[in-house]
Every structure is written in C-alpha cells, then in structure tokens.
C-alpha cells in the first residue's frame, strides 16, 4: 500500500480515489476498535454481578467467648461462612511448634508471627489445597504427622501451628484477622 | 445437490418458502453413508439421543426444584417420594449423565481408532472436543444442585482448583462463588449454568454435524468413499441400524434406572451438605476419575511453580492436547486396521486411561496391591499420568515417521465384489 505513505501529505479532499480508500479504512477501524471497546466496557456490569453482593460483604464480624475452652481443646466456629479453628495449645504443643527450623517448612513463617498470645490458635479451617476441612478439632480426630491437622481429601499435615509440613497443600493455614476485646473474648475480622 | 420435487402440494408450497424437508431428505434420507460402517458408528446418534432425553428430562426436574441452599436438597427428595413419577424423571436423568459420558467416550475412543480426527476432518474433532469441555461443566454444575456432602465438597474442591492461578486465583475463586465460600450464591448460578449449557451444547452439536456433512463419515477402512457404489443412502438402512442400536442401549440404560438406579452413585450424596464436615473420602463421578488422578498425581513443585497449578495444568491439557491430535500424527493413513503398530499403542493408551480411573477412584496411599506397601497408587498414578502425555506427544509423532503402514485397500468395495470399481456398472 504505497498510498497509505502518500496520504501523510495529504492532497486536496476526495481527490485520488486510493486516498479515499485510505480514509475510509481509517474509519472503519476507529469505528470497529471503538465498538470493540464499547461492547467490553458493557460486559463489566454482567462480570461483577457474579462478585459477592452488598450483602454477603456486609457479613458482620463474629464475637467468639474463650472461656469454656479447656487447655488442649479446640472449637471450631463460623465466620463468613468459613469456618475458623480456634486451638487453646499446651505447653507442648507451643514448644513443638517453636522448636521447627524454619529451614525445614515449605511456607516459612515463625510461631511468634502466626499468633497474639502463644495460648490461643486462630487459623481458617481451610485446607489451603483445595478447600477442604482438615481433621484434628476433635480429639478422636487423626492429626497428622506434626500432631495438628490432617486434611483426608489429598494428604496435607498441619504442625501444632497450623503450618504446612507436608503434602500438596502449598501455604500455611490462613490466619483470619481478629482482635482480643479483653482476655476472654475475641472477635473475628 | 439433487433437489427432489415434491408431490404433495402443501409440502410444496412450505418447501419453497422454507426448504426443511429439502433439507431433511438431504440430510437424512437420501445421504450417501460409506456401506461398510460397523456398529462404532452407532454411538454418535446415541450421544445425540441422550443430550435430547437429558434436556427432556431436565426441564421436568426444574418444574420442581428449589435452587436454594435450605430447600434444594429437601426438594430433590421430594422428586423422589412425592411429584408423580419423580423418580422415574430424576433416575433417567442421573444416569443419563453416565450414559452421556459411556456413549461419548466410546465415540471418541472409535475416532482415535479409526484416525477420523485426520484430514480433513479436524475441524469437525476439535467441535467434537469443545463439546467433551461443555458437557463437563455441565455435568459439575448438576452434580451440586442436590446439595447433598459430595456435591458441596466437589463444588468447593473444583472452584478451588482456579486458586491455584497466580495472582489473581483468590479474586477468580470469589468471583465463581459469589461470596467467600460456596454458598446460596454459587448454587444460584450453577443452577442458572446448568439450565444454559446443555443448549450450548445443542448449538455446538449443529456446527458438528454441519463440519460431518461436509465430507461424511469416516469408515473402518480410514478411505474416501470413491463413488456410489461405496455408499447407500441413510435411510432406510442407517435409520434402521441406529434404531436397532438404540433399543439395545435403552434395554442397558433402563436397566441401571429401574434395577441399579444408583449403582453411579455415592450414598454420601443423599446426605445433606455440611459446610463444617468433609465425608473422609471425596471422589468425583466416574467420567472424570482419569482427570482427578491426573490432578492429584503432581504433588511436587517444578521451579518456583507450585504442584497445585501444574496439576491443574496438567489435568486441562490432557484434554486439550486433544485438539492438537490432528498435527501430532504425521501418519497419512487413517485406519489402524492398516497401521499395525499405532494398532498396538492404541490399545496400551486405551489400558492406560482405564487405571488412570482406578487410580482416580482410590485413596493415593493405599497400596495397589494388598500386601505390597511401597506400591501405592499414587505412583500408579504418577506412571500412568507420564505414559498419557507420553502417547500424545512422543509416541504418536513418533509412529507417524517410523511405521510402515499395510498397503491400503483401492477403494471400499474393492474388498467386498473383488472387481472393486468395476462393479459400480452392473450395480
Ligand atoms: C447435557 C445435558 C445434561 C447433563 C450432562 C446433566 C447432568 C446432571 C447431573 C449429573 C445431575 C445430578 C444428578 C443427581 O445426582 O441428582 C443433574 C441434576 C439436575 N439437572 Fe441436569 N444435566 C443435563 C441437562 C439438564 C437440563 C437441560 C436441565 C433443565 C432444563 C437440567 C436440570 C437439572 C436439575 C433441576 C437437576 C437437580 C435435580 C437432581 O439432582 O436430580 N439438566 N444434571
Ligand atoms: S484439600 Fe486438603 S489436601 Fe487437598
């Protein structure tokens, strides 16, 4: 298309035939590229109507009441519709959890940074795998190899800090975020 | 193209305004079929038999379903104890799916055999491998509406699959739910989902057979039909072979509907969903045992690349290197009636798949045979995964260059009347 070069110095309107062509090609495309744009740009609506509605954000946050919670026991509670495990460690199990050498974890990351007061164990009952619950909330329940959590759907084990040791799972157990309202309550996001 | 004149006047007059029966008879009655298709052939107007009863008996299960997360499971049983026949309506329904599956599979496994994905048919496999992907988000997202254990775990475990894509996985996760787990949101959609794709599939069934009625039927010979003496006209001789195809499938069908309606099925399903409780061991439907095995048998890292996506990878690409079958087989001749060793690998690809779904179905740790500890299936599974993509994309290329195929018969008849072309004037 030699015409297309010639057209940057522009003749007089409508004069040559392949000029015309060249204007013509230049509209449509801007006319097709901005239908293009256009037609995406309509498409968001109908795309972020699948996100979570209004509502299900606005979800409140959970109050959660510790002081039932024996040493050694765990609950398990509701949040979101998740559900979040709460473990109230012994010593052992704080000292198990604190003698890793984060050299050996997949998902490097101390006790210390996983929890608020070492007693207390909030992590998301959520397999980081494929989203199943891990088993070990209930004390007839396996608990894996490290003594957390063992997830029956592919075969991850949790250690007493809710960290991956091993199989698929690739991350740690998540750790909702949540406050201490005073020593025996905590509320959760 | 012959256009046949019509006698009755009312046909007539429709046909030239809107030329179905043209078409119908061009289609169905008079177009020529090679003569030598074997019973193979049936599977494919079975598959189309079954999407018809599927959506059938679909539309009569959402008259009375509830897509809700307090009343789906609820309603489901009361198709089963309550709605006239709703037991009858849901049971075709549940193992129509398996046998949506069974007839598909095996439609594919003749394409394979018979190298009908080769030119110039590779347009009409690869719509044929779009349907496979279609029909198995349909088959996911029905599997949850009845809101039993199995459905609510497969749907959290399958969109939890998508997490594994890098940075954006969680938003992608969220965005399928509709909130921050699977929920009354997700099984809205998936309601909606699964009501829409059997309809998409329909329109892809079209462009399928469109793409077949281009150049017809492959054989089990693998040649072109050379002239009229390699064909006869559908009707009556294919009408009547895949009706005769088709009772002999119904009589199977019926009988798992009427005698074994849950032999597909796990019990744990008639369990409502709990949130709080995974069942202890989760296993998909049989039709995507292979799938699952593929998934579950990567559980290392490759690089800086978590096992989780190349297992997710690697459980897309083993159908989408499908679509890539055409050019990975160099070898001109279609039939592996003709290709002595491709014959061979077939058979070892078609044994593979089988394990990958029993590899699918058991728990990776167990051994595979009683007794032999260090023998678990997920190192059956880890064999049998490599050996997949090994067929596809080393051993076909590979056979396509180095095997002698046997010296092609000249034509379909040849065989048969022994003067072959010389026939077509005394037939
Ligand atoms: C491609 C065709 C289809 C396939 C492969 C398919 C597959 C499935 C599967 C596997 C189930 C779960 C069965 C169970 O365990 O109970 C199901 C349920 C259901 N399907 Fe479909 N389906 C198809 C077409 C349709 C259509 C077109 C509709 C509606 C118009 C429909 C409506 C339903 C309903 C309401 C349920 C829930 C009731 C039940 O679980 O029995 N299906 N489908
Ligand atoms: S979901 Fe927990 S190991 Fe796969």
């Not at chain 1, 979800?59 to 495990?85: H, M, N």
């Not at chain 2, 949101?185 to 059997?198: A, D, E, G």
């Not at chain 2, 292979?290 to 990567?298: E, N």
Request: net charge negative.
């Amino acid at each position: 298309m030699t015409d297309t070069a010639n057209s940057a110095t522009a003749a007089p309107e409508g004069e040559a035939d392949g000029e015309n062509e060249t204007r013509r090609d230049f509209l449509l495309i801007a006319t097709a590229t901005v239908g293009a744009i256009g037609a995406g740009l309509a498409a968001w609506p109908f795309i972020d109507s699948m996100n979570p509605a209004a509502d299900v954000r606005a979800l409140a946050s959970t109050d959660v009441d510790l002081s039932a919670i024996e040493e050694g026991q765990a609950i398990t509670v509701v949040w979101r519709g998740k559900p979040v495990f709460i473990r109230r460690r012994t010593i052992g199990e704080i000292e198990a959890a604190r003698a890793v050498d984060l050299g050996d974890l997949p998902d490097p990351q101390s006790d210390e940074e996983r929890v608020q007061k070492p007693e207390w164990l909030v992590t998301l009952g959520i397999c980081t795998h494929l989203g199943c619950i891990p088993l070990g909330q209930r004390s007839a329940d396996p608990r894996g190899d490290f003594d957390g959590w063992f997830c029956p759907c592919h075969g991850s084990h949790y250690d007493t800090s809710g960290r991956i040791r091993k199989g698929p799972a690739p991350r740690n157990l998540d750790i909702p975020t949540y406050t201490f309202v005073d020593d025996e309550t905590i509320r959760i996001g | 193209m012959t256009t046949r004149t019509w006698n009755n006047p009312i046909i007539r007059w429709i046909d030239y305004r809107l030329p179905v029966f043209s078409f119908m008879d061009h289609h169905l009655v008079d177009y020529p079929t090679p003569k030598n298709l074997s019973y193979w052939w049936n599977f494919g107007s079975l598959a189309g038999i079954t999407l018809v009863i599927m959506i059938a008996t679909g539309v009569f299960l959402a008259m009375h379903y509830t897509p809700h997360v307090d009343y789906a499971f609820d309603s489901v049983e009361r198709i089963m104890r309550d709605v006239n026949y709703g037991w009858l309506i849901r049971y075709l329904h549940m193992n129509g799916a398996s046998m949506f599956f069974l007839v598909v599979y095996i439609h594919m496994f003749r394409a394979l055999y018979y190298g009908s994905y080769k030119a110039p048919r590779e347009i009409l496999w690869i719509v044929g491998v779009l349907i496979l992907f279609a029909m198995m988000a349909t088959a996911f997202v029905g599997y949850v509406l009845p809101w039993g254990q199995m459905s609510f775990w497969a749907a959290t475990v399958i969109t939890n699959l998508f997490s594994a894509i890098p940075l954006v996985g969680e938003s992608i996760v969220t965005w399928l739910w509709g909130g921050f787990s699977v929920d009354n949101p997700t099984l809205n959609r998936f309601f909606s989902l699964h009501y829409l794709l059997p309809f998409v599939i329909f329109g892809l069934v079209f462009v399928h057979l469109w793409a077949l009625h281009v150049h017809r039927s492959n054989n089990p010979l693998g040649i072109d039909t050379k002239g009229p003496q390699d064909t006869i006209p559908f009707h009556p001789y294919y009408t009547i072979k895949d009706a005769f195809g088709l009772g002999a499938f119904m009589i199977f069908y019926l009988g798992f509907v009427f005698f074994a309606p849950d032999f597909f099925g796990e019990a744990i399903n008639y369990e409502p969903a709990n949130p709080l409780v995974t069942p202890p061991h989760i296993v998909p439907e049989w039709y995507f045992l292979p799938y699952y095995a593929i998934l579950r048998s990567i559980d290392f890292d490759i690089w800086f690349v978590s096992a989780k996506l190349i297992g997710v990878i690697a459980m897309f690409a083993s159908i989408a290197v499908l679509f890539f079958l055409p050019w990975l087989d160099r070898s001109p001749v279609r039939s592996a009636r003709f290709r002595p060793i491709y014959k061979q690998f077939f058979w070892i690809f078609f044994l593979v798949c089988i394990l990958l779904g029993v590899v699918g179905k058991h728990p990776p740790n167990d051994p595979v045979f009683g007794g032999v500890e260090w023998f678990q299936y997920i190192h059956l599974g880890k064999i049998t995964t490599a050996y997949y993509f090994l067929h596809f994309l080393v051993i076909i290329p590979l056979i396509g260059w180095l095997e002698r195929p046997r010296p092609l018969p000249e034509s379909i008849s040849t065989p048969v009347t022994r003067r072959g072309l010389a026939a077509e004037g005394t037939a």
